[in-house]
Each structure stands twice: as C-alpha cells, then as structure tokens.
C-alpha cells in the first residue's frame, strides 16, 4: 500500500511496541537470517570495526537493533570535556549574535534570530557578542541592500557615533563595497562594487596581523596589514551602516558558503550531531537502496530514485528505529541545511523534470509517517529558509544553473499536497519572503555574470536626429554595424531563453500553490494562498512609511508576470472544461467586487470618496440595483471607526512593527534576514529598553489597526455554492449572468492590479535608467569621435585626450549593452510587454463594467484608473524602443477605449478625489500630444467627443484650468501663426533633457475637436462668454505675475553684492511666461474658429470681449517690445530654469491674433477690430512695427542705441514663420499706419467731463437705469460681469441705455 501526503496511520509510538522483548515474531514475514543479513547491510560497521569481527557478525533482531544503533551512533563522538582547539582564541558565548544590549551605537531593528539587522539613523553601528584574539576567524555578511555600509572589525575600545562607524577610528578596520574603498581611519581604493544578494567574507588572521574581504568567494587581496594586536586587544565582527540599509549576519550557525581553508567561523558548527546525522543519513539511503525479496530468500540492491514507501514491515520497522534518532536533528538548522538539503539536490541532480524524481514525495511521505507533526513542521520550515537563503544569494552564471538548481528542489517539495498546505498555512507568506522565489536578480557586475561569453558583440544605437532621438533606419545601416547588431541580437537571444527556463519553473511553483482540486487532505492550496496573498497586499498598502514590512518594488515586478502567466493558464483551462465561461483575453473584474464587502480594500480610495461616506450616501441605489441591504448599525459603526483611527493607529505606531499579531508568528521583515522573520527588536541607543523604545526618526505613516476576516474565509465563502454567489454577492441588473471563470481566480487578478499600482509601475520606470545611460554614452562616443576626426595633427596632446575619453565611453557602453540586454530580457521582453497590456485592458474592461452600473461606480477602487493610465504610459515610454506598440493585437481599438475613458471621466462628477482627477487631466493632455491617440480619440463616438470639449470649454476659475488649457493649446498647434514648431529656435542648439516628453512631440492638430469646439462656441453665447472672459482673466493674472517676478529678478541681478535668485521662483516664472503663451494661443484658436464671439456686435458680450481683448494685447506688447525694457534684459541674462522666456513664442501668438482680426476677418469685423485697438489708450504703432525689425525713431538729445544689439524680426524666422504670413505682418501695419494717420486727423478734442468718470480713457457712452449716473460700455459691461450695483450710489442696476451728449443749441 502506497502512502498519499503522509495517510498512513502509523506512528513512531506504534513502531515501538512492535519491537517489545515479548512480540519477538512481529517481523515474522521473512526469516531470521535474512532479516540479520539485512540489517547488517543497512547498518554495516563503522571503519574502525573488522568486518570479520564475531561479535560483530552475530545475528541482528529488532530486539537488539537499538541498542547496536546507538552503539553505532556513539563512537567517533567527542570526550565531554573535550575542549576544542580552536576556542582557545575566542572569548564570548559560544552561540554568537549580535549585542542588542550595550554593543550598538544609534537606531537600528535587529531580527528575532538577533543576525538580521537595518539602519533606521544616519549611520548605526552594532558589534557582534564573542571576539578573537588569536588564529584565524571567518564570518560572512549575506547583503540585503547595496547602499551605504561599512563592514569589518572592530576593538571594544573603539566608540562610534551617527557620523563615525566601523573603520572610521583607529582600531577598527571595515570593507565598504558600495564606495569602493577600505577605511581605517583614512580611506583607499579597495575590492568591489557589492550588490543585493552577494555574500561578503571577512577573514582576520590574527598570527599574521592581517584581515582579508572576499566577495562571492573570490578574495579581494590582504586590506590590511600590521593590525595592532598584543594583550588586552580583541576584534568583534561589527558594521555601521545608514538609513534602511540592511545584512544578516553567518557566524556559524548555518554552513558557510564560502568556506576559506585553514578559518574558522566563529561559532563551532555541531560535529557530533553533524557525524551523527550524516551516519543516520547513510542508513537511510542504504534502506532505499535495498530490497528484500522473500521468494528467493535474498537481499536486491537497486536503484535508490525507484524506491516507494510501501507497507513492508520489515523496512517500516527499521526505518522508525533511524527515525528514531534521525527526526530530532532534522530540526536543527545546520544539519538541515548540509545534511538534508544536500541530499534532497543529489536526488535531482541527474536532470530531467521534476515529475521524473519522484522519490522526494516519497521521502516527505516518510517524514510525515515517522515523524511527530512538529518535528516535520519546524524541518520543512526550516529546509524552505534555506533553500530561500541559497536561491536568493547564489551568484548569476551564464546557464542560471545555481538558481535552476534550487527551484527544481523547491518546486519538488510543493509538490507534496500536505506539506505544501503546511508551508501555505504557515510559512511561506508568515516566516518567509517567498515571493523572493519569483526574483531573479539583475546582475551589475557583468563579468562574473558571464555575460561577456555569452553576448560576445555589443551593440549601440549610433545615428541620432537633432533632438538626440535615436535614428534606427536599417537601410542606412553600414554592413559591419548590421553584422554587430545582428550578433548582439543572437546573444540577447540565448541570453532570453535562460532566463525563460528560470521563470517556467517559476510559474510551476505558483501554478502548485493555485491548485484548487486538491481537497483530499482539507482546504484546496489555492484558498489558503488567496486568503496569504490579501493580507501580504496589506501590509505592502497600508504600511507606506514602514520599509521592514514592504515588499521590495523589484521582487514586485517578477512577481507579478509570474502570476499572471499562473492565473490565465488556469483561467483558460477552466474555459476549456466549461466552454461558456470568458476567455483570459477578455477578463475582467465584476464590479460587484467592489461594493458587496467580499473582498478588503483595506481603506484604500475609492473613487466617490470613503467606503463609509459611500455606504451612507448610496444605500438606496446598493439596495435597488444590488439587493444589498447596509445595516445601520455597521454605519454607525464604520463613522466610529473614522473618529477612533487616530487613537488606533498610534497605538499601533511601535516601531519595531511586529507586534505578533494573536500569537501568530511575526511576520517578515524584507530588508534584513533573508528568511527570518521580522525585525521585532528595535535598538536605539537613547532608550535601550527594547519594549518601549523612543519613536524612530521617521514614524510610519499612520495605519487603522483591524483583524482581516479574510484569515478566515473557506472556498464556500469565496466560491459561493447553491443559491449563494460567493464573492459576487449583489450582482447589478447591468451585469450579464454567465459564469465568468472562477470567483478565487477574480480575487486574485484584482489583488494584481492592486499590485501594478503599489510599486511595479514605479520600477518599471526606474529600470529605463540602464537605457538611457546606454543612449547618452552612445552620443557622448559618437560626439568624442567627430572631435577625433576634426583634431588637427599639431594638437598630439588634445587627442591623446580624446582617445582617453574615446575608451573609457566605449569600455562602459560595452558593459551597460550587456547589462541592458539582461533587463530587456527580464523586465522588458514581449512577453512582459504583453502580461502589461492584458493588464490595460483588463482594467478598461474592468472600468467600463463598473461605469455601466451607475452610481455604483463611486465604489471602484481608485487604483484601477491609475493602472488604466500607468499601464498605457509604460507600454508607450518604457518598453521602447526594443518592443513597440503598434505592434501589439488590437493595440488601436484599445486605444479608443482607453481615450473613451479619459474623456468620460475627467470631469465625471462621481469621482471626487482631487489626485485621481488631476492624474484623468495630466493623461489625457498627454494623449492628445502623440498621433495615434490624439486618433484615438478622434474614433470615440460624436456624442463622446461633443461632451469632452463641453467639459473642456467650462469656464477656467474654480477649477484646475492649466490642464484644461494645455489640452487645447495641442489640439491647436500646428494650425497657429508660426505654430508649427516642436521646440523653440533658441533652444535647438540645447539637448532636451528628455526628448520623450509630451510637450517635446512634433505637431498633431485636430480638425474635428476644433470643429467641436466651433460649433459650441457659435451655437451656445452664454457659455463662450464666460469662458472667454475666464481665459483673458487668467492671462490678465498670469502675465501680470510673470512681469511682476521678472522685476524681482532684474532687481536682484543688478545688485553689487552676489545673489542667488531662487530657483524655484525662476520656476514659477517660467511657469506664468508659459501659462501667458498658452492663453494667447487659446484666444488665437478662439478667433479663427469663431471670429464672431468678437466681432459679431449683435452678440451681446462682444463689445466687451473685444475691448478686453485688445487691451490685454496692447499690454503685451508694450511690454515686451520697448527698447531695452525689463523683458530683454532678462532674456538676455539667460537664467537656467528661463530658458522657454523667449520673444519669440509671446510675440508670435500675439501676432496671430492680431493678424486675424485685422487682416483676415470681413471688412465690418476689421474695421470694428482695428477702431477698438487704436481707442484703446495702450495702443502704440511701434509694437506692431517692433515684429517687423522696424524701430522706434530716436527721441532728440537721447544716446544712440548700440549698434550691435540685435532686434527681434519675424524675417530672423525662415524656418518658422512662412512667406504668407509674413506678407499678412506687413499689411497689417501699413493698415494700422494709416488707420491711426486718419483717427490721428479725424479725432476731435474731448472734455474731461464727457470721459468716462471710471477709466478716463473712453467717451461716456452709457447711462444707468435707475440711478442715471454714467460711465462708458466696457466699464459698466465688464462691471456687470461680477456686481450688479452702481460704481457711484449702490443701487441695484436693473439696465443700461446708450448715452449721447445732447446737442448745444
């Protein structure tokens, strides 16, 4: 009878009693002989022992079977008092860890096992409890993170503080990898740059005076030598290290991995149980290899990978006898790491998959049956942490064998259903960083990676445009780029389908833990993971400010394709088997998710606000369209929860975050050990009490405290069952009835998005840093290279230089193409680029599901827009140029949905939340930047489109209007005067710092939106009123504020003493001078598409705009065009952060303006245009000669000006401004010359009693009803606009007449 996930019922107690001195025929299936014979075979004499020995050869029962084992198991053990040698230079207790009591200096959080630790100050120090004063010592330093850290040896005399550490004083001596360098008190060049994941040994020979750092088992040279020694000096093992760096230290209390011949670690490792395991070990293989056949009355050897456990009681006996002795040092983490999980890789070590091994499962089988429950528990705990500590700190080489090695065994063990329920229930997500089995990290140093061997020929884009983008034309390719191109190519290639072998047995962990059939020995593996996975994604969202407990964004990432390639592969399974059921490609979250309480958001936003607020403001729409009944009670109860948060959550605030939550095991810390649990030890040296220590220097965030229900949720609860929905509980009368997939598989792809908006976006974009250091070494080669070539033969000096230069970008390009080609194989493949755009439509689909529901949809989780918009933004900026877009299925359809949501939900009044409508704005500016999206959403439906730029034409106060503006602006350029630019002339000769930005894309006007915009502009008066004379009051302030900072900066620049204008007030300038810009371009927009909001008087605010209008123009352009005003003398100071301060972009779209309403409009519309701006008492002819070049006639007795000073011209800008347009300038001033000659001649004197009593600029022209007091129209118009009472006696104005003086008689 075979054994399935230990269902034997036998125990080791059992066993015993088969063995008492009075059943001596238990064992009676085979005779006495051959049960002698066989267990000498299994236990044969130890060396020291003859085989020919009598005593030895005479006949073995299981009567005497333990008394001859632990006969056996004693010799060879050490004397009791035998000392060993090698203590005789150490002093200290012979478990070393590190001294959390007196030996640490500043704030740090030191792990349970008390060898984990993370700096939480400046720079924190801590030494370890033994010290040596003589022979030669070894420990290792497993490093978690690559900053800041200074690891060696120090005296106790030695005393460090937040800004001196280990090395930085006379007696200690410390390796520090991430500078570089050795200290001991000064500091030199040393070693190698360190990485998360290397192990550092640190070797001190205290015979010889000498200490020694080795980096992955390769020694980095003698650091130091002459080291003081003598009586009364000993060195601790100790490091300093800065905020949120972390180690875990191996004195000795697991093998080392690089063990150094003729060290020491400085803890003993346990030889007699060592030798005691390894015998017992050898018993066991000797049993598997064994077989007893009874027939023949012999003993078989065979093949130790084909034995089962069967239920022969011959070699079940004999194996509880081993087990016996055997089971209790299986919990002992040294021997489980060199005896057990030693043994468990040879198994695997002949190749093949994994399935092909199935003695494994027959071993855990074993252990289950022979072993007490916790005896199996803490083994298998501890046999995983291993396996985690050696996955996650074995060094990459080119075949990934070490990392291969250890999932196989790890996947081997998953496949055991109880323990891997046990590992599920309670250690992987409770003790363990599992999800570190989904990482493979990058490695920096590509030598010792092997990548040079394995991508022998670098390659690097060489051609660039102008702007610095990169230029990829395979026609204009020579023949031996293509070739390295080519080549480089074939090495990614290779270098693609190792990883791919890493991250298929990756999935076939996960794929193990989503199983979902395997009930036999209680709850599926893929509730009890679901139930794990919900509350690993709380801690990493309501502990933003805790770095212990987050999970690092780079295992994040791996994590999240690995999971998304386990859940569709199940997901379409399940469509196989039940054809009805959606497809992966077409998944989606249900929205019912959302507002029925299942499923724990653990107060993230959602879009309508709080989950409270929502349930108190919507329960009548949940109860109609979702049969969802809101207790008030649980109302009342969540508002109380709202005023107790504060209370609750500084209660939680303990710094060392690990509180153990119901006497569970605490959970684990991410940035220390690799596998031990979290740091619940928080050091500080202000208050050495470690229960109630000082708050550390940066609190966490504050966290509502609460129990997580879904702890105790079972597959009923998650799948429902007859007449119960499971997690999609109140299904909306939107939603369709039809099975979608299962409900478990729903959760955890909501729990994914979830995941994308915690962190993986955010890595996504750091990890482009290796590209574009790639493209900016790439031109500073190729510029090095034409200054090589233009050298003049004279100048050997100079381009000795140059070729110095030339070596060092090529030598660095050679090893970031490498490194980039690991990255684009881990990070931004095609099949990473695809798991990010399933991921975009499942969060449209998601959104669109959720949008139909109504006002249910205020209950969407806010992160779902936040993906919809991050995904898209990553798969246009990060996964380019190596994959594109375009290339990817329905990538234009989804376009158009995804533009359909922007324009739905910018100014959806269900969503409140001021970030989440900011981000609506910012995406949708950007999207109508690049053709294909600005297409995009040309192809969403009319009434879509007519209702976007409704939304985008509400009038700009109250509201965030820059957006809003900057959307329009885009749609227009292209189409304005001089419009037709992508970067400013003046700057062409500048690098752009990233020539990938919206605003930095060529232009893609719209003629449909404009048309859009026409026609709602023309057709509804009120609503082009106000926001026309919104847009001329933003520029009203926006250019008032730039004029009234540039003083500020033109003051502080003549000043004689030395002063530094702030930058960020040189920000906020260059913010209002370009806000000014995109106003002005607004109103050219304006006046082209719809001349008569301006200039069609009939209409009522026309009058009133066009003055406005006409004023503020007047007011730009004197302003910018005086003789050496204020505006040149700052423009040409050429600040950093002014550089977009220009004339050329304000004086062209002023001109714009001008040009269409003087020289395009119709004749009544010119005429009216230019009588306005020639009234207006700012209007002075030189600005409008100014544009041509033409200056202002000199003023008698004035100094001439100097004739080196350049004026602006629109003819300085060929390449910007056309023929035609110029030609439109030059009528436009000769009719504004004569225009002005004419009313100059024709105006007659007026009095100051017929002026306006209000501007003195304008003839009274309009009288007061009922007070008939008097001013002009635009006054009393642009009055009326905001107050309804009179100027002078403050009565309510019901109308307005026009005035005429009366004639005198």
């Known amino acids: 009878m075979s054994s399935k996930g230990g269902g034997t019922a036998l125990s080791r107690r059992n066993y015993r009693l088969a063995v008492d ?295 079940l006996v004999t194996l509880a006898h081993i087990f016996n002795y055997f089971a209790p040092l299986m919990c002992k983490v040294y021997l489980v790491e060199d005896v057990l999980m030693n043994f468990l890789l040879s198994i695997l070590e002949g190749g093949g998959s994994v399935e092909e091994h199935p003695l494994i499962q027959q071993l855990l089988d074993l252990f289950w049956l022979l072993m007490e429950d916790y005896e199996v528990n803490e083994c298998l705990k501890q046999l995983m942490m291993s396996l985690l500590r050696a996955y996650r700190f074995s060094p990459i080489i080119p075949d990934l064998g070490f990392q291969i090695h250890y999932l196989r065994l790890t996947t081997a063990i998953l496949r055991h259903e109880k323990s891997r329920k046990y590992l599920l229930s309670n250690v992987l997500f409770d003790v363990l960083r599992s999800v570190v089995f989904f990482y493979i990290k990058t490695p920096l140093r590509v030598k010792e990676a092997g990548l040079e061997e394995l991508i022998p020929t670098t390659w690097w884009p060489t051609r660039f445009d102008k702007e610095g983008k990169d230029e990829r034309d395979p026609r204009e390719e020579s023949a031996e780029e293509r070739l390295r191109r080519r080549a480089y190519e074939r090495g990614c290639q290779r270098l693609k389908k190792r990883i791919e072998v890493v991250e298929e047995l990756q999935i076939q962990i996960l794929r193990l833990m989503l199983n979902s059939k395997d009930k036999g020995t209680g709850e599926a593996s893929r509730y009890i993971f679901l139930n794990k996975f919900r509350k690993f994604l709380q801690e990493n969202a309501s502990n933003r400010g805790n770095p212990t407990v987050l999970c690092p964004p780079e295992y994040m990432v791996c994590f999240l394709h690995r999971l998304i390639a386990a859940v569709r592969s199940y997901w379409d399974e399940g469509k196989r088997k039940i054809p009805g059921t959606v497809p992966s490609e077409e998944a989606y979250v249900p929205p019912q998710l959302f507002y029925n309480g299942k499923v724990d958001y653990f107060d993230l936003q959602r879009l309508g606000g709080l989950l409270s607020h929502l349930k108190k403001t919507l329960k009548d729409d949940l109860a109609s369209k979702a049969n969802i009944i809101i207790d008030p009670a649980e109302i009342q109860a969540t508002s109380m929860d709202d005023l107790d948060e504060d209370e609750e959550s500084g209660a939680a605030q303990r710094p060392s975050g690990a509180t153990a939550m119901g006497g569970a095991l605490a959970r684990p810390s991410w940035l220390s050990s690799p596998t031990l649990g979290r740091a619940n030890r928080f050091l500080s040296t202000a208050a050495v009490s470690l229960m109630t220590p000082r708050r550390p220097l940066v609190p966490p965030e504050k966290v509502k405290v609460r129990t997580l229900t879904v702890e105790q949720r079972t597959e009923e609860d998650i799948e429902g069952s007859h007449g119960n929905d499971g997690l999609l509980l109140g299904r909306p009368p939107e939603e369709s009835d039809h099975t979608i997939t299962e409900k478990s598989l729903l959760e955890i792809l909501d729990g994914i998005v979830m995941m994308y908006n915690l962190s993986v976006h955010q890595q996504l974009g750091k990890m482009v840093v290796v590209s574009d250091d790639v493209h900016e070494y790439a031109v500073a080669l190729k510029d090095t290279e034409e200054k090589i070539a233009r050298c003049p033969s004279k100048r050997p000096d100079i381009l000795e230089e140059l070729q110095k230069s030339q070596k060092v970008f090529a030598e660095k390009l050679n090893h970031l193409s490498r490194r980039l080609a690991w990255i684009n194989a881990a990070i931004y493949s095609k099949e990473k680029m695809l798991d990010v755009y399933w991921l975009l439509r499942v969060c449209i689909r998601t959104i669109e599901h959720a949008d139909a529901t109504g006002s249910l949809f205020a209950f969407t989780p806010e992160f779902y827009l936040n993906v919809a918009m991050n995904s898209y933004s990553a798969l246009k900026n990060y996964f380019s140029p190596s994959n594109c877009m375009e290339e990817l299925p329905g990538y234009e359809d989804t376009l158009t949905q995804l533009a359909a949501i922007l324009a739905k939900h910018f100014a959806d009044p269900r969503i409140v939340g001021t970030d989440i409508k900011d981000s609506l704005m910012q995406a949708l500016a950007s999207y109508v930047c690049y053709p294909q999206s600005l297409r995009a959403v040309e192809r969403i439906p009319e009434e879509q489109r007519v209702a976007m730029m409704r939304n985008l034409l509400a009038p700009y106060e109250q509201r965030p209007w820059a957006q809003t503006n900057w959307i329009l602006v885009r749609l227009w350029r292209g189409c304005g005067f001089g419009y037709r630019y992508t970067r400013l002339p003046h700057l062409l000769k500048t690098k752009p710092e990233d020539a990938n930005l919206p605003s930095l894309q060529k232009p893609c006007p719209s003629l449909l939106l404009q048309r859009h915009m026409a026609e709602l502009l023309g057709q509804d008066k009120d609503m082009a009123a106000s926001f026309l004379n919104s847009v001329l009051n933003q520029l009203n302030w926006a250019f008032s504020e730039f004029i009234g900072m540039i003083q500020e900066i033109q003051q502080a620049a003549e000043r004689p003493e030395r002063n530094f204008v702030d930058t960020r007030q040189l920000k906020v300038c260059a913010t209002c001078f370009d806000l000014s810009v995109s106003l002005l371009r607004v109103l050219e927009m304006t006046v082209t598409l719809v001349p008569e909001i301006f200039l069609d008087w009939t209409r009522p605010s026309a009058e009133l705009l066009l003055r406005r209008l006409a004023q503020l123009l007047n007011q730009v352009l004197n302003r910018v065009t005086a003789e050496r005003n204020l505006f040149d003398r700052v423009v040409n100071l050429r600040l950093p952060g002014l550089e977009s301060v220009d004339h050329y972009p304000i004086l062209v779209a002023v001109t714009g303006i001008l040009v269409r309403i003087l020289v395009d409009g119709e004749r009544q519309g010119v005429s009216r245009a230019a009588a306005v701006l020639l009234s207006d008492p700012c209007f002075q002819l030189h600005s409008i000669q100014h544009l041509l070049g033409e200056s202002e006639p000199a003023v008698a007795g004035a100094p001439p000006a100097p004739s080196e000073r350049k004026h602006f011209s629109l003819h300085a800008y060929t390449d910007y401004i056309s023929t035609e347009e110029k030609r439109k300038v030059e009528q436009m001033l000769a009719f504004l010359t004569e225009e002005s000659k004419q009313a100059a001649a024709s105006a007659a004197p007026t009095s100051e009693e017929d002026l306006c009593p209000i501007c003195y600029a304008h003839p009274i022209s309009a009288v007061f009803k009922p007070c008939s007091h008097k001013s002009c129209k635009a006054c009393i118009n642009q009055h009326l606009m905001n107050n309804k009472d009179c100027f002078f006696c403050k009565a309510t104005i019901t109308g307005v007449e026009d005035y005429s003086k009366p004639l005198l008689s």
């Not at 009075?22 to 085989?51: A, M, R």
């Not at 900053?147 to 503080?161: E, H």
């Open 21 to 315: 001195t009075d059943k001596p025929k238990v064992t009676g299936i085979v005779n006495e002989k051959l049960l002698s014979d066989y267990l000498h075979v299994v236990f044969p004499p130890s060396s020291k022992q003859s085989l020919s020995s009598a005593s030895f050869r005479k006949t073995l029962t299981f009567q005497d079977l333990a008394a001859h084992l632990e006969r056996l198991l004693s010799e060879g053990e050490p004397a009791e008092d035998g000392r060993d040698p090698a203590a005789e230079g150490r002093l200290g207790p012979s478990t070393v860890v590190l001294d959390h009591t007196t030996g640490f200096e500043g704030l740090l959080f030191v792990d349970d096992d008390l060898l984990g630790v993370i700096g939480h100050s400046n720079f924190s120090s801590i030494r370890a409890t033994t010290c040596v004063f003589k022979g030669k010592w070894i420990y290792e330093v497993l490093i978690s993170s690559q900053g800041l850290m200074q690891i060696g040896w120090c005296t106790l005399d030695c005393r460090f503080n937040q800004e001196e550490g280990v090395g930085d004083t006379p007696d200690s001596y410390a390796y520090d990898g991430n500078r570089v360098r050795k200290w001991n008190v000064t500091t030199t060049n040393y070693g190698k740059s360190w990485a998360a994941g290397d192990i550092v040994s640190c070797l001190i020979d205290l015979d010889e005076g000498t200490i020694t750092f080795y980096l992955n088992g390769q020694s980095l040279g003698i650091a130091f030598s002459n080291i003081k020694m003598g009586p009364g000096i000993a060195y601790f093992p100790a490091i300093s290290l800065s905020f949120k760096e972390s180690v875990a230290f191996n004195f000795g209390s697991r093998p080392l991995r690089y063990p150094v011949e003729g060290y020491s670690p400085l803890q003993d490792p346990p030889t007699a149980d060592l030798l005691k395991a390894n015998r017992l070990l050898g018993y066991i293989k000797n049993v598997l290899s064994t077989t007893i056949d009874t027939q023949e009355g012999k003993l078989v050897e065979k093949d130790i990978g084909e034995w089962q456990l069967q239920g022969d009681p011959t070699v």
